[in-house]
């Protein structure tokens, strides 16, 4: 792997916006139809459950003696809410999708190597999938550990404003971690070296999670967001590691 280059905040935004309009790229389009229709159902069914239940969570996160702090809480609790329920559903979204992402991020790659995307042997999709879904169980098992401590924090009074904070920088970090995790799978790192590839660039790793975050947060836009990262994603770990490895 290449050592860590200088911190470039720029870079991210370029690469997640060049992933945006490749998404409409003839090319891929086949490989991203069905990840599109996935993102629909899923987050059609947020917006449902949040319409339903999101006043009533609120209620029971600010107790009755927090009501004189509700106008600075609201707020905050809310964005927090928000932060865990697109986190949770884009979980689900990545579950069902990762055997797509992998391939979807390998055609990326191709394309900005300036090879047309080759459809690939009979099998290999099913055994990519597989192996893609099985990557992804690690992740989510990896990120679960971690985000239980913050979740416990939530129904504490007063301590629940920390975990707001806590939250929202580990939700930036998992989901740099969840899209990034397919080109560098593709470019052959193990799970342990992709880490290890996030915390030498810790800044730029948080900028794209942020970024991801936002735009998921966005109705009707944020359908676009998984597949843009995927091919976001990939456009920055090309010009991070470039041709030092090779890829799948």
């Not at 003839?26 to 999101?54: D, E, K, M, T």
């Not at 985000?147 to 939700?171: E, S």
């Not at 660039?201 to 967001?225: D, K, S």
Request: aromatic share 14%; glycine share 8%; with cysteine.
């Amino acid at each position: 792997m290449s050592s860590p280059s200088l911190f470039q905040p720029l870079l991210i935004p370029r690469c997640l916006w060049r992933g945006l309009l490749l998404l409409a790229t003839p090319q891929l389009r086949p490989f991203v139809w069905l990840p599109l229709l996935i993102n629909l159902v899923v987050y059609s069914l947020g917006f449902w459950l949040a319409g339903h239940y999101f006043g009533a969570v609120m209620d029971w996160l600010l107790p009755g003696w927090l009501d004189w702090l509700r106008w600075l809480l609201w707020p905050v609790f809310g964005l927090a809410l928000v932060a865990i329920g697109f986190f949770t559903f884009t979980v689900v979204a990545n579950l069902i999708g990762s055997p797509f992402y992998g391939v979807l991020a390998s055609k990326v790659r191709s394309l900005e190597a300036g090879a047309a995307p080759q459809p690939a042997p009979a099998g290999a999709a099913f055994r990519d999938g597989l192996a893609a879904l099985a990557l992804e169980l690690q992740r989510l098992g990896y990120l679960g550990l971690r985000a239980l401590p913050i979740l416990v924090l939530f129904p504490i009074p007063g301590i629940n404003l920390i975990a707001t904070l806590l939250w929202m920088v580990f939700g930036a970090w998992s989901l740099a971690l969840e899209y990034l995790s397919y080109p560098l799978d593709n470019l052959g790192l193990q799970f342990s070296a992709q880490k290890e590839f996030l915390r030498s660039r810790r800044g730029e790793v948080l900028i794209f999670g942020a970024l991801v975050m936002a735009g998921l947060a966005l109705p009707v836009f944020n359908i676009l967001v998984p597949p843009a990262a995927v091919a976001g994603a990939t456009l920055y770990c090309s010009a991070r590691i470039g041709k030092t490895l090779s890829a799948k």
